[in-house]
């Protein structure tokens, strides 16, 4: 069974920041395009961030200049750092991995991410 194991959540004053992790098994990270979402209480889950296998990224509006991708070949593992947050950015984060080796998509358990003083 295929897992991808999100960690870094946690209760942040606004302003701080946190960095999200996730860990996918090899044949996933290098063949799919990986991203993070983020789903709010009482909201549809939305796209926060993505990074192709060649590296190139993606962000949603409100997060740009404020959180950054990035992958670790080495590790198989994909990167959010988040700074400067804000309380509308509380909400539990999803590692996603898109088709490639694969037809399909393929799911964390999520993360949460809770900024409040």
């Known amino acids: 069974q295929v897992q991808l194991v999100e960690s870094g959540g946690g209760l942040v004053e606004p302003g701080g920041s946190l960095r999200l992790s996730c860990v996918a098994p090899?044949?996933?990270?290098?063949?799919?395009?990986m991203g993070w979402y983020r789903q709010a209480p009482g909201k549809e889950r939305e796209l926060v961030a993505t990074?192709?296998?060649?590296?190139?990224?993606n962000y949603k509006d409100s997060v740009k200049g404020r959180f950054t991708i990035s992958g670790d070949n080495s590790k198989n593992t994909v990167y959010l750092q988040m700074n400067s947050l804000k309380p509308e950015d509380t909400a539990v984060y999803y590692c996603?991995?898109?088709?490639?080796?694969?037809?399909?998509?393929?799911w964390g358990k999520g993360t949460l991410v809770t900024v409040s003083s």
């Open positions: 996603n991995a898109g088709p490639g080796y694969f037809a399909t998509n393929f």
């Open positions: 090899r044949i996933i990270f290098t063949t799919s395009r």
């Open positions: 990074i192709s296998t060649a590296g190139s990224t």
